[in-house]
């Protein structure tokens, strides 16, 4: 069972910054590709940010591409989510998500929902205009 925790939120003006983390519990979090995503207030829930197990590769949206980076440190079992210029659409609540399926490629990036197996309760992000 591995357990997520998220932190970073709060409130920001436009073109401001916040720095996402996501604490995991476990021993074999250094094996699973992670993931963020956002829901908005009435809105679904939609990828913002993929990285693989190893950290060599990372896939993001294309309304995040350029003013996103996730990033990882498996020694401290956190994965980051680096927000820079944002927006006031980027207003959501931010979860972090793992992979826990064995035997995945170093390579390899999940954008979809439905393959990660473990989830963070969230955190609120809100960019005032």
């Known amino acids: 069972q591995v357990q997520l925790v998220e932190s970073g939120g709060g409130l920001v003006q436009a073109g401001g910054s916040l720095r996402l983390s996501c604490a995991a519990s476990?021993?074999?979090?250094?094996?699973?590709?992670m993931g963020w995503f956002r829901q908005a207030p009435g809105k679904e829930r939609e990828f913002v940010a993929a990285?693989?197990?190893?950290?060599?590769?990372?896939y993001y949206a294309d309304s995040v591409k350029g003013r996103f980076t996730i990033s990882r440190d498996n020694a401290k079992n956190t994965v980051y989510l680096q927000m820079n210029s944002l927006k006031p659409e980027d207003t959501a609540v931010y979860y972090c998500?793992?992979?826990?399926?064995?035997?995945?490629?170093?390579?390899?990036?999940?954008?979809?929902?439905?393959?990660?197996?473990?989830w963070g309760q969230g955190t609120q992000v809100t960019v005032s205009s």
């Open positions: 998500a793992a992979d826990g399926s064995r035997g995945i490629s170093s390579r390899t990036v999940v954008t979809e929902a439905r393959r990660y197996d473990y």
């Open positions: 476990g021993r074999t979090f250094s094996t699973y590709p």
């Open positions: 990285i693989s197990w190893s950290g060599g590769s990372t």
